[in-house]
T-cell receptor, first 114, second 112 residues
Framework: DGGITQSPKYLFRKEGQNVTLSCEQN?????MYWYRQDPGQGLRLIYY???????QKGDIAEGYSVSREKKESFPLTVTSAQKNPTAFYLC?????????????FGPGTRLLVL | EDKVVQSPLSLVVHEGDTVTLNCSYE??????LLWYKQEKKAPTFLFML????IEKKSGRLSSILDKKELFSILNITATQTGDSAIYLC????????????FGKGTKLSVKP
């Protein structure tokens, strides 16, 4: 089946710990995105990547880092610098980042701080 | 500043009612407006609107865009409990940063 997978489904982070959220797609999409969703809020863009080995900061990139070494993978690291990491994290992809296209979403990862 | 505003923020109706959800926007270089339905997990795509005045329909759901007045509505007729969800509106724009702005969503609860 084609689609976007995220893992883990739930992730617990201790104080001062870096954690990495996985996002993989087999849709052959060029563009990938990471969003954060807090209760009562819309989705906010953390980082996006239009092509392999390139990525750009979104609206709330501080405390996060990404890499795009392969077309199908776009992992997000939540660093200890992110002071309020508890949220639902959604990964998305689209064929391109420039044209009028729909973004398709993964199932999400819920991050909780211990 | 680019923004997308949805209203109401929450809505409670009974099965069989018709509901209208609103989305207004202010962006530069508008490209399209998208509606998503989010239940417990990730949003699922409903509609993509690019032209004014052309209604898109899918079963009991329909949506239309007004590019002059900068808004869109999502209609759901004969609501069912399975329609309970958060409905997200997003606007795709021609800027270089991220390409998509989301509203905060409308939480719809349909009571039996």
């Amino acid at each position: 089946d084609g689609g976007i997978t995220q893992s883990p489904k739930y992730l617990f982070r201790k104080e001062g710990q870096n954690v990495t959220l996985s996002c993989e797609q087999n849709l052959n999409h060029d563009a990938m995105y990471w969003y954060r969703q807090d209760p009562g809020q819309g989705l906010r863009l953390i980082y996006y990547s239009q092509i392999v080995n390139d990525f750009q900061k979104g609206d709330i990139a501080e405390g996060y880092s990404v890499s795009r070494e392969k077309k199908e993978s776009f992992p997000l690291t939540v660093t200890s610098a992110q002071k309020n990491p508890t949220a639902f994290y959604l990964c998305a992809s689209s064929i391109h980042a420039v044209l009028q296209e729909t973004q398709y979403f993964g199932p999400g990862t819920r991050l909780l701080v211990l | 500043e680019d923004k997308v505003v949805q209203s109401p923020l929450s809505l409670v109706v009974h099965e069989g009612d018709t509901v209208t959800l609103n989305c207004s926007y202010e962006v530069t270089n508008f490209r399209s407006l998208l509606w998503y339905k989010q239940e417990k997990k990730a949003p699922t795509f409903l509609f993509m609107l690019t032209s004014s005045g052309i209604e898109k329909k899918s079963g009991r759901l329909s949506s239309i865009l007004d590019k002059k007045e900068l808004f869109s509505i999502l209609n759901i007729t004969a609501t069912q409990t399975g329609d309970s969800a958060i409905y997200l509106c997003a606007v795709q724009y021609g800027g270089s940063q991220g390409n998509l702005i989301f509203g905060k969503g409308t939480k719809l609860s349909v009571k039996p």
